[in-house]
C-alpha cells in the first residue's frame, strides 16, 4: 500500500521560510517522479514544482520560481519543498503526489498517487 506523508506545514510570517517534507512507503521510490501541488479552499489543485526520479529535472510554476526549490533524497524516500521568502497568497493546503511517468506533470490528473496534505499559512 503506497502512502505518502507530508509534514512540516505551520504558521509563518511573510517573508518568511518552511521547509516541507513527504515521507514515503509501499513504493520504490527511486523509480518515481514527485511534486507538490497546493490548494486553496474552493479552488482548483494548483502545480507548484515536480522532480524527475533521478533528480536530473526540476520544474516549477511561475509564481514560486526563485522562492521554492524541490529536491528529493532518495535513500530516505522523502522529498522535500523548501519555500523561502513567503507570501500571504501562499497560504494553502499543501500536498506531495508521486508517478512512474514524467509527463504533463502540471495536471493533478497525471499523478497517481497523493498525500494528505498539510497546511501553510502566511501572515501578513
Known amino acids: 500500500q503506497v502512502r505518502l506523508v507530508e509534514s512540516g506545514g505551520g504558521l509563518v510570517q511573510s517573508g518568511g521560510s518552511l521547509r516541507l517534507s513527504c515521507q514515503a512507503s509501499g513504493l520504490t521510490f527511486s523509480g518515481y517522479a514527485m511534486a507538490w501541488f497546493r490548494q486553496a479552499p474552493g479552488k482548483a489543485r494548483e502545480f507548484v514544482a515536480a522532480?524527475?526520479?533521478?533528480?536530473?529535472?526540476?520544474d516549477y510554476t511561475d509564481s514560486v520560481k526563485g522562492r521554492f526549490t524541490i529536491s528529493r533524497d532518495n535513500a530516505k524516500k522523502t522529498v522535500y519543498l523548501q519555500m523561502n521568502s513567503l507570501k500571504p497568497e501562499d497560504t494553502n493546503v499543501y500536498y506531495c503526489?508521486?508517478?512512474?511517468?514524467?509527463?504533463?506533470?502540471?495536471?493533478?490528473?497525471?499523478?497517481?498517487?497523493w498525500g494528505q496534505g498539510t497546511q501553510v499559512t502566511v501572515s501578513s
Open positions: 522532480i524527475t526520479s533521478n533528480s536530473g529535472r526540476t
Open positions: 503526489a508521486a508517478d512512474l511517468i514524467y509527463y504533463t506533470f502540471t495536471l493533478p490528473s497525471h499523478w497517481d498517487y
